[in-house]
């Protein structure tokens, strides 16, 4: 399978907690992206990195949100302190260049209680 | 600079055709299409670019109107497979050069026998 793949699917953690995502694209595309999506709405953009430098991030990203992309492959996504409001599903996306397809990975589903 | 998505959900019959509608107030540099199952990722559709023709693939196109800012996509001879929820992503210029891919609300479409 060479798609974009996420990991974990699912992760349920206590308030407070911080979690780590990680992301694995499509293995020649260096642009990568990290959406959040609630339940109804489209996916919100947060980042996006092209290789290994984080070009922009969304005004929706607290302090307590941080992604890297060590060597220009795969990616993390950390949110320290997590709080109720941050349950979502966490997508990832990659694209070989810009104005291309980007492709969405299977999401992590977050539950924070 | 969310992307207006129309109807906001349409229920059809195998064999109809529907027509979903996307605009926005930026000027656009391109219009992605997304049909995203209940609890899947988003699947790709089609991207239409600024300059280019209308794309369509199957029973399923699309068309960008750059004077308007507006985008449509179009089912025809619905399948029950065409179910599930259709976003527009529009690609803008955020600043030196910068794009981000602003997606609408959703369409839920439901086909029914």
Redesign the interface.
């Known amino acids: 399978d060479t798609g974009v793949s996420q990991d974990p699917r699912h992760k349920i953690t206590k308030r407070g907690q911080n979690v780590t995502f990680r992301c694995d694209p499509i293995s020649e595309h260096n642009r990568l992206y990290w959406y959040r999506q609630t339940l109804g709405q489209g996916p919100e953009f947060l980042t996006y990195f092209q290789n290994e430098a984080q070009l922009e991030k969304s005004r929706l990203l607290s302090d307590r949100f941080s992604a890297e992309r060590p060597k220009g492959s795969f990616s993390t996504l950390e949110i320290q302190r997590t709080e109720q409001g941050d349950s979502a599903m966490y997508l990832c996306a990659s694209s070989a260049i810009l104005g291309e397809t980007q492709y969405f990975g299977p999401g992590t589903r977050l539950l924070v209680l | 600079q969310?992307p207006v998505q129309s109807p906001q959900a349409v229920i059809l019959r195998e064999g109809e055709d529907a027509v979903i509608n996307c605009s926005s107030s930026k000027a656009l540099?391109?219009v992605?299409w997304?049909r995203q199952k209940h609890g899947?990722?988003?699947?790709?559709l089609m991207?239409l670019?600024k300059g280019g023709e209308q794309k369509g693939h199957e029973k399923i196109s699309a068309s960008f109107n750059e004077k308007k800012q507006q985008s449509s996509l179009y089912l025809t001879a619905s399948q029950l497979s065409y179910s599930g929820t259709y976003?527009c992503?529009t690609?803008w210029d955020?600043g030196a050069g910068?794009?981000?891919?602003?997606?609408?609300?959703?369409t839920k479409l439901s086909v029914i026998p």
């Open positions: 969310q540099y391109s992605h997304y899947e990722a988003p699947v790709f991207i670019l976003f992503g690609e955020s910068s794009y981000q891919l602003t997606f609408g609300k959703g």
